[in-house]
C-alpha cells in the first residue's frame, strides 16, 4: 500500500536549534518525494522535491530508500519557519496524484 | 502570471443537499487535481482531470463527481452530502498530465461546513 507517515504532530524548537522533520514512505516503485509548506493563513506551497537535490530556505531534505524515508531538515531554525509541513509521495501511472503525511506542526521559539 | 483561484471560499449546507465548488487553474495549466483536507489531517486525493478527461480517483464515493472545462478550470461536485463531508475542499493545477514529477499548485481551497 501506499502510505506517508510522519510521526510527529508537533514539534517544538528554539531560534538557532536544529530542525529534522521525519518522513517515512511506503511504496514498491520509484518514489517522486515533496516537501509542501503552509504558513499562517497562506496556502499549501511547495518547498522541495527529491529531484531537484537544492536547498531552500536553508531546508534540505535526502531520500534514503533504504529506510524508506525523505526527512527535511534545517541546521538553524529561524522564527519564520513555523508553519504546517506535509511530506508527498507522487505516485507513477496514476496521474502524479498526491499522497500526503498528516503534516507536522514546527514551532520555532524566540 | 495568475494562481490558482477557488470559490466560493466558505459554504454551508445541510446534509442531502448538493454543493459544486469551482476552480480556475493557474495560468497555462492544463491539468487539475482535488482534494479533501479534514480537520488535523493531510489532503487527500479526490481525482485529478487532465485536458476534460478524469485522469485518476481516489477512494472517494460516486457522488463526488467534476468536470474540467476547455479552458481548464474545472468543478467538483458532491451530491447528498454527509456530515463527515465537512472539510476544505483544495483545488491544484499543473502542466503536464501524467508525470509523477509535476509540481502542483495549490488554491486557497474551499471550506464546506455540512449541518
Redesign the interface.
Known sequence: AQR?T?PE?LLSVFKGAPVELKCNYSYSGSP?L?W?VQYSRQ????LL?H?SRESIKGFTADLNKGETSFHLKKPFAQEEDSAMY?C?L??????????????TELSVKP | ETG?TQSPTHLIKTRGQQVTLRCSSQSGHN?V?W?QQAL??????IF?Y?REEE??R?NFPPRFSGLQFPNYSSELNVNALELDDSALY?C?S?LG?????????????TRLSVL
Do not use: D, H, M, W
Open positions: 506517508v510522519q504532530k517522486e515533496f509542501y496556502r499549501l506551497q511547495l522535491r529531484i506535509y508527498a507522487s505516485v507513477y501511472n496514476q496521474g502524479g496524484k498526491l499522497i500526503f503525511g498528516q503534516g | 490558482v491539468t487535481s482534494y488535523g489531517q493531510g489532503p487527500q486525493f485529478q487532465y485522469n485518476g481516489g483544495l491544484a499543473s498530465g501524467t508525470s509523477a514529477k509535476n509540481i502542483q499548485y495549490f488554491g486557497a481551497g
